[in-house]
Nanobody, 124 residues
Framework: QVQLVESGGNSVQAGGSLRLSCAASGYSDRTHCFGWIRQAPGKEREGVAAIDRHGRPIYADSVKGRFTISSDNRKNTLYLQMSSLKPEDTATYYC??????????????????WGQGTQVTVSS
């Protein structure tokens, strides 16, 4: 079973940067997609970025050019580098993984495993 543990959430001012990390274990060749999803209070979960087994990234339009998803397979860690942060980026950020093959769609419904979440707060 895949286990995911996020870290790196913090409070920053608008325009600042943060890097989120997700330590992954228990995944296999069946795990075809990793991603970051966020949820702000009173809003639905939103796919932020995803990366498939070939290292190809997908981004939500709202974060393109500001966020970068990457993975370090030697460290079994997924990252989300966030820059030029805006107050509207404030949310709980979750790391997630999908199994069973197929493509990554960067949509919350495709994931089978979730971390506990890490809070990002951006003040104006």
């Amino acid at each position: 079973q895949v286990q995911l543990v996020e870290s790196g959430g913090n409070s920053v001012q608008a325009g600042g940067s943060l890097r989120l990390s997700c330590a992954a274990s228990g995944y296999s060749d069946r795990t075809h997609c990793f991603g970051w999803i966020r949820q702000a209070p009173g809003k639905e979960r939103e796919g932020v970025a995803a990366i498939d087994r070939h290292g190809r990234p997908i981004y939500a339009d709202s974060v393109k050019g500001r966020f970068t998803i990457s993975s370090d397979n030697r460290k079994n860690t997924l990252y989300l580098q966030m820059s030029s942060l805006k107050p509207e980026d404030t949310a709980t950020y979750y790391c997630a993984a999908a199994e069973g093959g197929g493509a990554c769609y960067n949509h919350p419904s495709e994931y089978d495993y979730w971390g506990q979440g890490t809070q990002v707060t951006v003040s104006s």
